[in-house]
């Protein structure tokens, strides 16, 4: 199985503030035959279901803002929230999907300072 | 409207058994493979299971150990997860969610159905 860890578990940032989470795969996650990363990237706001932001490690999903976005390859994955708004305060889960049985990081709750 | 609606959860006793289901609106089920996620109070996201989009190939968390199944009825909309043998630590909000790709990353879940095992 393939572990997933998160760093910080929690983080304050001040609004407008730039924001970033990293994720950490106990294995690599690039599939050379097409040089994607199965990574995706979740936020979850309070009693709401998990909400995806980024898959393939960089592709903003439809709808999502432009101040988010993934980076990384292999094992070592970055999410970067540019400029914090209010409405960005959620725990935020890392997942690889490079194994048939996929697996989520811990998370990252993200409050205001 | 594009959505997933869970039902079926509530309060078991160890060693019970329930069905959940998963009823689709809004796009074309049968195309999708499907998942069922869990999420104990607190905790993170747990993958659960995964069936193809026909329903003949299907994969459970090692976990499990042979006590949950995934299974599907595209004429009706609906995705299944059947619990057996519960125990308390299966406590949790049960979520299905589809995936786009089949791929294994979920684009569209439920609001969940809460599961609670206790005597």
């Known amino acids: 199985d393939i572990v997933m860890t998160q760093s910080p578990d929690s983080l304050a940032v001040s609004l407008g503030e730039r924001a970033t989470i990293n994720c950490k795969s106990s294995?690599?996650?690039?599939?050379?035959?097409?040089?994607?990363?199965?990574l995706a990237w979740y936020q979850q706001r309070p009693g709401q279901p998990p909400k995806v932001l980024i898959y393939?490690?960089?592709t903003r999903e439809s709808g999502v803002p432009d101040r988010f976005s993934g980076s990384g390859s292999a094992t070592d994955f970055t999410l970067t929230i540019s400029s914090l708004q209010a409405e960005d305060v959620a725990v935020y889960y890392c997942?690889?999907?490079?194994?048939?049985?996929?697996?989520f990081g811990p998370g990252t709750k993200v409050e205001i300072k | 409207e594009v959505q997933l609606v869970e039902s079926g959860g509530g309060l078991v006793q160890p060693g019970g058994s329930l069905r959940l289901s998963c009823t689709a609106s809004?796009?074309?089920?049968?195309?999708?493979?499907m998942h069922w996620v869990r999420q104990a109070p607190g905790k993170g996201p747990v993958w659960v299971a995964r069936?193809?989009?026909?329903?003949?190939?299907?994969m459970h968390a090692d976990s499990e150990m042979g006590r949950f199944d995934i299974s599907r009825d595209n004429a009706k909309n609906t995705l299944y997860l059947q619990l057996n043998s519960l125990r308390a630590e299966d406590t949790a909000v049960y979520y299905c969610?589809?995936?786009?790709?089949?791929?294994?990353?979920?684009?569209?879940w439920g609001q969940g159905t809460l599961v609670t095992v206790s005597s």
């Open positions: 969610a589809r995936d786009p790709l089949a791929a294994g990353y979920f684009d569209l």
């Open positions: 809004g796009f074309s089920f049968s195309r999708y493979w």
């Open positions: 069936i193809n989009s026909d329903g003949t190939g299907t």
């Open positions: 294995q690599s996650v690039l599939y050379s035959s097409n040089n994607k990363n199965y």
């Open positions: 393939w490690a960089s």
């Open positions: 997942q690889q999907y490079y194994n048939t049985r996929p697996s």
